[in-house]
């Protein structure tokens, strides 16, 4: 019944097409079914709560700028860490991904939108209750939650009367991200152009297929997680309370069932990016194009088996220490041929350094070192003295921040003409590539020595012997983040004010179907389905052959 | 030809800054400040050290492999030099070198790490050991051997410094957030075994000297051992994030030689026979409110606040509270048994009858409370037994 | 590019008469398996903690 309910709005949705926008503001943006209406609100979304995330993030570093407090309780400092991370993972990087994903995808494939574009807007529209329910907890009488991310009982079910808003709001997050999945999905295996095999489509197409796979399989996991939590809070299990017979390490075990694969879910995109910019401004084919989806697969399944190198401190079997240490080595594999073959990809091109391409460079050298001191950290028996210090927050910022949000970056740069049919002031956006990029070195890479020096992560004051290094560390930060006001001036001056108009190709060493089409695309972006060719083709695997 | 100097100059800036940063801060004769992981009093954290220092290495060497590799890329294929773009788009030789010697060199890395997680997590016959159980905020260490046990929070002086604008240089006390009323002693040479547990919530215990941490979880014990080889004070901190004063909970060792530490146990257990003594007798007002101040100063006023005045909304104040001033009774079960759901510990299991009865009638009689009553350490001891 | 010859001539043989219609009531069938995959998983994960408790 309901499932040809189904079938007769996906005809409506396909009838109401017609090449023109919707008129009114609500009808355009509110109810739109539109595969870049809807990619835009994620996008603007995304860059509304990566500065209120950053903002948080100022917080954290002014209070960390010398020892002693100076500004915040203790307390509101753990609810600053833990709404920082919540916001940023949920709220940032997974969102504006899930935008890429909804502009490009269609675009890259040759459909004409989304197949299920009336779940795209829903899957949109949760997002931003979700997060006023987030952040609405700051302002409640208990505080907002302030066990960290992770969530870890019991220190979590000491939460006041918010726990309840913050699981409700992750509930929420996860819905929209499964809809949003489910959505890449149907699209990617039904809508393609005849003659995009799987194996000739893009790779950014490649890696949102992966993750929204990963996506399907974790985010339910990370509600069943956040239920049982909740249950435990109000109705009197206990699941995670070892007085009732439970066991709070349960809880570690499913938290990074999901939350190892949902690390992978923000960084696989990055890599679809970069292997797109890398070789449109090397003006050559990607290295390995074929190599390069099998790596992205291992990598999605490694994620799936090495969960507990987060917790080699609670108290496993040995044997289990040494499945997920090897376990968690093996990642390297996979990851060093990406690496390679970007670098191989470069070799002997014809180089530009446009801002996308700067941004990926950027990429590739920083998110390699994070890399690397993520298999420094897969060490088990170092990873005693790693654990919880800040050498593990230098490292996953160095994967996360130079790594999925400098892709998120690239990734804007590189398409916003598209997007916009205007070209951006590229001498800002270069001014705004060095601020960063030299910035967010001063603010991680000193948090290295911290945390080997034997500095522990979520402490909001610490011992005068670490006080150099907090203070450049903060220093960074600020520069860091005041950089990023240049990013949105270079946006929204791209968007109201630029006067120079971008071609359909806009890079000179562009391939693929999205540069066929004008700049900006038309509403519904493939009306007819395209010729697959070799010149609207960017990588296939016929290419390495 | 204009933006290619342009990026070269960037390059070039960009290199020198990180190179200035380096010498200057890196070194540590400049700043004072440690860059690396301690090598360590123990068997564990040499290995772990020299461990760390091998893969930290090969991530070095492979590191400057793979970007000069790019950079010189950078430089040399670039498009205003004139460069053509060249055809190849793979070469299946290099991708099955490429992926080969990383799994050698990971299995190389694995002989040592395995060697290593053994000796870790295998402990050998041990000579004694010592229970230690993480509070909110602060540890408890119990001689299983010798009977002695003992509470060691924060010192008063950090734990003073520590609040916000408290107006004091963090700079001008000894070991800042470091440093503890009581020290966990134990014997040089000698192997110890640990069994660690908490009481609330997460927990976890680290002396970065000892060469590894373990997490304290409540209704479960972790084991683990160490043999420390050189007599000194060694310190560290709670690294499981515990709630509101997760960065107020160090930990101080101290590893005497066998001789002293022999010593040390006869010491503390006179001092344990002479409070059983003091619990016995009854106390004066003055003498109870002037240990009482004490007490409560490092285990009560890190949430009451020490004038009594709470933080809302978690941390009811006490100056005027219902429980303060009502029957004593009540106030003590109160505090020897803690309230469910809420921070307010058991404190029965932690302090002894003397402190109890001390900080009792602090409370009862210190901000503006003035009930007059007087708690002995009997009257405690008889509530708490029943 | 004569490398991409063996691309162009696979595709040539393409005759797909391509419908989106069709393909989007296709994506329908996709989306709701991908669904009950969830749903599956999240039953799943509960279920075995209160079997563990």
Redesign the interface.
């Given at each position: 019944m309901s499932s040809k309910n189904m079938h007769d709005h996906a005809v409506d949705a396909h009838e109401d097409h017609h090449d023109h926008k919707p008129a009114g503001f609500l009808d355009r943006w509110l109810f739109t079914t539109n595969h870049k209406d809807i990619g835009t609100l994620y996008l603007v979304f995304s860059l509304t709560m990566f500065l209120i995330g950053g903002l948080m993030a100022m917080v954290i570093r002014a209070e960390l700028f010398m020892p002693g407090l100076q500004l915040v309780e203790p307390d509101f400092f753990n609810q600053m860490t833990t709404m920082h991370a919540l916001v940023m993972v949920f709220g940032a990087v997974m969102p504006a991904w899930v935008g890429f994903a909804n502009w490009m995808i269609p675009m890259m494939i040759g459909a004409p939108d989304m197949a299920l574009p009336r779940m795209n807007n829903w899957s949109f529209w949760i997002l931003p209750f979700a997060f006023v329910m987030l952040l609405s907890t700051l302002f409640m009488e208990s505080g907002g939650p302030a066990a960290g991310w992770t969530l870890y009982p019991p220190l979590s079910l000491q939460g006041g009367q918010s726990f309840a808003f913050v699981v409700f709001s992750v509930h929420m997050m996860g819905i929209s991200s499964i809809m949003g999945s489910i959505n890449v999905i149907s699209t990617i295996l039904n809508m393609r152009a005849p003659g995009m095999t799987l194996l000739r489509m893009p790779l950014f197409v490649w890696t949102w297929l992966i993750t929204a796979f990963l996506l399907i399989a974790v985010m339910p996991v990370l509600a069943g997680a956040v239920t049982m939590l909740l249950t435990d809070h109000f109705f009197g299990t206990s699941f995670f309370n070892a007085a009732g017979g439970g066991d709070p390490i349960m809880f570690q075990h499913i938290f990074w069932f999901f939350g190892h694969p949902e690390v992978y879910i923000m960084i696989l995109p990055a890599f679809g990016v970069v292997s797109e910019i890398i070789p449109t401004f090397s003006r050559k084919p990607l290295f390995g194009y074929a190599a390069m989806v099998y790596a992205t697969a291992s990598i999605a399944f490694l994620s799936f088996i090495v969960w507990a190198h987060h917790m080699f401190t609670v108290g496993m079997p040995l044997t289990g220490e040494l499945f997920f240490m090897y376990a968690t080595m093996l990642i390297a594999v996979p990851t060093g041929v990406k690496v390679f073959n970007w670098v191989s990809t470069m070799w002997h091109g014809s180089m530009t350094f446009e801002p996308p391409m700067l941004f990926a460079i950027g990429f590739v050298v920083l998110f390699t070192i994070g890399g690397m001191s993520g298999l420094m950290l897969a060490i088990a028996s170092v990873d005693l003295q790693y654990h919880d210090t800040y050498f593990v927050v230098a490292h996953f910022h160095y994967v996360l921040v130079p790594g999925s949000v400098f892709a998120l970056m690239a990734g804007t740069y590189y398409w916003l003409p598209k997007w916009t049919g205007r070209m951006y002031s590229e001498r800002w956006a270069k001014i705004h590539f060095w601020l960063s990029a030299v910035s967010v070195n001063v603010l991680f890479f000193p948090q290295h020595y911290l945390g080997l020096a034997g500095m522990p992560r979520r402490i909001p004051d610490y011992s005068v012997q670490f006080a150099d290094f907090n203070m450049i560390s903060s220093m960074g930060g600020f520069v860091f983040g005041l950089s990023q006001l240049i990013f949105v001036g270079v946006i929204v001056h791209c968007v109201y004010k630029s006067r120079q108009a971008a071609d359909g190709r806009v890079w000179e060493g562009a391939k693929g179907l999205e540069w066929t089409l004008s700049s900006p695309p038309p509403y519904h972006s493939f009306n007819t389905p395209p010729a697959i060719n070799s010149s609207t083709v960017a990588h296939a695997d016929e290419y390495s052959h | 030809m204009k933006?290619q100097n342009t990026?070269i100059v960037?390059l070039a800036?960009?290199a020198a800054?990180?190179a200035v940063?380096w010498l200057i801060?890196?070194a540590p004769g400049y700043?004072?400040?440690?860059?690396?992981?301690?090598r360590g009093v123990t068997r564990q954290?040499l290995?772990?050290y020299e461990?760390?220092m091998i893969?930290?290495w090969i991530?070095v060497v492979?590191?400057v492999l793979?970007?000069s590799?790019?950079f010189v890329?950078?430089v040399l294929?670039?498009?205003?030099r004139g460069?053509?773009?060249?055809?190849?788009?793979?070469?299946t030789k290099?991708?099955i070198v490429?992926?080969i010697i990383?799994?050698l060199i990971?299995v190389v890395?694995?002989v040592p790490?395995?060697r290593?997680?053994?000796?870790?997590?295998?402990a050998p016959e041990t000579e004694m050991t010592i229970k230690i159980t993480g509070f909110q905020w602060r540890w408890k260490y119990e001689y299983l051997e010798d009977d002695i046990q003992f509470i060691s929070s924060l010192a008063a002086e950090s734990n003073a410094?520590?609040?916000?604008?408290?107006g004091?240089?963090?700079?001008t006390v000894d070991?800042?957030?470091?440093d503890v009323d009581r020290r966990l002693v134990l014997p040089t040479n000698t192997k110890v075994k640990f069994l660690i547990t908490a009481d609330?919530?997460?927990h976890?215990w680290?002396v970065?000297s000892l060469?590894?941490?373990?997490?304290a979880?409540?209704?479960?014990i972790?084991?683990a051992w160490t043999e420390i080889t050189q007599p000194g004070v060694y310190r560290?901190?709670?690294?499981?994030?515990?709630?509101?004063?997760?960065?107020?909970m160090p930990i101080v060792l101290e590893a005497l030689p066998p001789v002293e530490y022999g010593q040390w146990v006869s010491q503390k257990r006179r001092e344990g026979a002479q409070a059983e003594i003091e619990a016995q007798r009854l106390w004066t007002l003055q003498e109870l409110m002037i240990h009482g101040q004490s007490v409560y100063a490092v285990q009560c006023a890190t949430c009451h606040q020490s004038d009594g005045s709470g933080?809302?909304?978690?941390f009811p104040a006490l100056a005027g509270s219902a429980v303060a001033t009502g029957p004593v009774d009540e106030h003590i079960d109160v505090v020897l048994n803690g309230r469910d759901g809420t921070?307010m510990q058991a404190w029965g299991k932690m302090l002894s009858d003397s402190d109890l009865a001390a900080a009792l009638t602090y409370t009862r009689n210190a901000f503006g409370n003035n009930t007059g009553d007087l708690v002995q350490p009997q009257t405690v001891a008889r509530i708490k037994n029943g | 590019m004569q490398m991409n010859t063996a691309i162009d001539s696979a595709l040539r043989k393409v005759t797909d008469t391509h419908d989106f219609q069709q393909r989007r009531l296709r994506a329908v069938r996709t989306a709701w398996i991908l669904a009950a995959m969830a749903v599956l998983i999240f039953v799943a994960f509960v279920l075995s903690g209160v079997l563990a408790d």
């Open positions: - | 933006k990026f960037a800036v960009t800054v990180c940063f801060l890196a700043s004072g400040n440690a860059i690396n992981m301690t954290s290995l772990n461990l760390h893969v930290l991530c492979i590191g793979v970007f590799a790019m890329s950078i294929h670039r498009k205003s460069h053509q773009a060249a055809k190849f788009t793979h070469s290099a991708e490429w992926s990383p799994v990971l890395m694995a790490a395995t290593s997680l053994i000796v870790m997590e295998v410094a520590r609040m916000l604008h408290s004091i240089d963090p700079a070991n800042y957030l470091l609330d919530v997460l976890s680290w970065p060469g590894w941490k373990r997490d979880v409540p209704g479960f972790n084991e560290g901190q709670c690294a499981e994030l515990c709630g509101k004063d997760h960065g107020f933080l809302a909304p978690a921070a | -």
